[in-house]
């Protein structure tokens, strides 16, 4: 009798999810979720992916979240929220509305509804942010996830999966998209592979540089991406109220057996990695170390997203322009991930900070990160930004250029006109802080 | 099933944003088309004519969800081929009705202006000025039906799962 083939973690949610005994890759499987997420985008006008069901699979397992542009810009947006409100209220679907509302990676983050061990879908290609959490999670097609709504499930191609096997720990300067950025320099595309994360070096990652990680993978053309569940990620989500068992309530890690088979590893040893910025157009092929960028002067500085909008960005942002300015002819924009960090970070005392440092703080919404509203730049002028994604075109004119690189890059470099290594800012500020911290803000820089 | 045209040939990593910019959001369709790569080769929606095919490098349809695959229907796009697909790309495709086939190798086999045969169900690109030919990846059975079926839409009408269009 052949022994069971061992599964990668991956495989074993594509398993269980679709009700096969086992997966290869190159299978086809018709997966059910366990969790699906529509975004108002899907209830625009002319919507290319919408119509609204007769047929609702599974009601309680649905989100609606508005993220992308909110509060509406224009009578269109506001259009597709009520739309998207009638829709909820027809089926009995939850939705995170305007006021509670946030960025959908960081609403289920926030609701403890990325578990361990499950599947999140979503119409957006960053949906991969949830790995963290080890939730398989990947963006699909909004007709695709019409489709989930209506029969509860879709299909995949199983994919090969590459481990990433990360050691040490990243160097003080340093933050998660430095070590995804350095993952891009060093491995380049992981061209529709799936990407399971592991070694030591995770242990010391926080679980914001995990979510910055887990949601920049789609820039290397990843599928699913996973990190392992562990304390960490237990004590987060305990603390939601939301803890490992049996189902229906509790989760079950995803854990890849003994012997599973990884089309490649990629190793990094997180101690080596150097602050980084990915140059306009793409990530892959594009990374170099922040001090190498040469003399680009910025017009926009922006801080913010799904990988960058968390309250630890606040706090970094805070830290750093304590006592600074942000340089004349440069604008420093920061956008919070959900209404919940923007609170917190007010409370904290970071809007403040960043608001008397000269830079502008606005509502929660996706808005700059894809050139949508709230920082939309105009032709020929260069952005560095601690957001997603680089394309051209991206964040408005498509003459404009677009520089990727942490939430520290940034800020530093909006200080100082031009893109640094905010090791050299962090360095100034530390001979002043003794004096600027008797403010006692106690901001958490980590 | 077989689809023949003239080939538009593009490089590697044509991203989402190229393909369908955030500009064309919330427009009519037949607005949206006229925005379809207009940062990377402004111009071409109007010299693309109903039936040709377009040829992409690797990586094509690299990175939103964006439904892409509609506008490229619209224009006229009869059949996409590409050295790689990103798979969002790649799942809108088949979910829109637009036959997309990943074949690695062939853009050296073709240059723009020729024509082109791609059977999906073999895999098999040839070019039908040079009788160059490159092996793809066959599009599975279940894939397969979606597509001729004419996408997502027209298979949740088809069961009662979702109206018919408006009007
Ligand atoms: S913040 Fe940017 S990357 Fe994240 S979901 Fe919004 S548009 Fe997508």
Redesign the interface.
């Known amino acids: 009798m052949a022994a069971a083939r061992p599964l990668t973690a991956v495989e074993r949610i594509l398993a269980r999810t679709s009700g096969a005994a086992s997966v290869r890759p190159g299978d086809i499987v018709v997966c059910a979720a366990d969790r699906a997420v529509l975004l108002e985008t899907l209830f625009m006008p002319n919507s290319l992916n919408w119509r609204d069901p007769l047929v609702v699979a599974a009601p309680e397992r649905a989100l609606i979240v508005f993220d992308h542009a909110v509060p509406a810009p224009s009578a269109a947006e506001a259009g597709a929220m009520t739309r998207a409100r009638a829709f909820a209220e027809r089926f009995g679907i939850e939705k995170v509305d305007v006021g509670g509302h946030g960025i959908s990676h960081q609403i289920v983050a926030e609701r403890g509804l990325a578990r361990p061990g499950e599947l999140l879908l979503c119409s957006d290609s960053h949906t991969c942010a949830s790995g963290a959490f080890n939730c398989a999670a990947r963006g699909v097609g909004g007709l695709e996830l019409l489709q989930v709504v209506c029969t509860g499930g879709t299909w995949f191609v199983v994919q090969p999966t590459i481990r990433v096997e990360l050691s040490g720990a990243l160097p003080v300067g340093c933050e998660g998209k430095d070590a995804f950025l350095a993952l891009a320099a060093r491995f380049g595309s992981a061209d529709n592979c799936n990407l399971e994360f592991t070694g030591p070096g995770v242990t010391g990652l926080s679980l914001h540089d995990r979510r910055t990680i887990a949601t920049q993978c789609a820039e290397v053309n990843a599928e699913f991406v996973l990190f392992p569940c562990d304390d960490v990620v237990r004590n987060t989500l305990a603390a939601l109220g939301v803890h490992e068992g049996g189902r229906p309530g509790g989760f079950t890690p995803a854990v890849a057996d003994p012997g599973a088979e990884y089309a490649a590893t990629w190793a990094l040893d997180l101690s080596t990695v150097v602050p980084q910025v990915a140059t306009p157009g793409a990530v892959v092929g594009n990374v170099i170390a922040a001090a190498d960028a040469g003399n680009v002067q910025l017009d926009q500085c922006f801080v913010g997203s799904c990988a960058n909008g968390h309250l630890e960005d606040f706090a970094v942002a805070a830290a750093l322009l304590r006592g600074r300015h942000v340089a004349t002819g440069t604008r420093l924009i920061v956008t919070p991930a959900s209404q919940q960090v923007f609170l917190d970070a007010v409370r904290a005392g970071y809007v403040a900070e960043i608001m008397a440092a000269g830079g502008v703080v606005t509502p929660s919404t996706c808005g700059a990160c894809f050139g949508y509203h709230m920082g939309v730049l105009g032709d020929g002028e260069t952005c560095l930004t601690a957001s997603t994604r680089n394309f051209k075109g991206r964040m408005g004119s498509p003459d404009a250029q677009v520089w990727l690189g942490s939430t520290r890059t940034v800020v530093a470099s909006a200080i100082a006109g031009r893109i640094v290594d905010p090791r050299t800012v962090d360095a100034a500020a530390g001979a002043s802080a003794a004096g600027a911290s008797a403010a006692g803000q106690g901001a958490r820089v980590t | 099933m077989i689809v023949e045209g003239r080939a538009w040939v593009f490089g590697d ?1 044509i ?4 393909l369908y ?2 500009a064309a ?5 037949d607005e ?1 088309i006229g925005y379809v790569f ?3 080769r402004p111009g071409w929606v109007d010299l693309v004519q109903p039936g040709d095919v377009i040829v992409g490098g690797r ?1 094509f349809g ?4 964006r ?1 892409a695959g ?2 490229l229907r619209r224009l006229g796009i009869a059949a996409c081929t590409a050295d ?1 697909f ?3 790309f790649f ?2 495709g088949i ?2 009705g637009l036959p997309v086939l990943a074949c690695p190798g062939v853009t050296a086999v073709v240059e723009e202006g020729q024509r082109v045969r791609l059977d999906l169900g073999t895999g098999l690109v040839r070019n039908l000025d040079t009788g160059a030919e490159a092996q793809g990846a066959r599009l ?1 059975a ?2 397969l039906e979606t597509l001729t079926g004419g ?3 027209a ?2 009408e088809r ?5 018919p ?1 408006a009007r």
Do not use: C, K, Y
């Open positions: 990593d991203n989402s944003d190229l910019p955030q959001f919330g427009l009519p369709l949206a207009r940062a990377n990586n690299m990175g939103s969800a439904t509609a506008l790689s990103a798979s969002l799942r809108n979910n829109t599975p279940e894939l996408g997502v839409l298979s949740l069961r009662g799962l979702i109206a269009p």
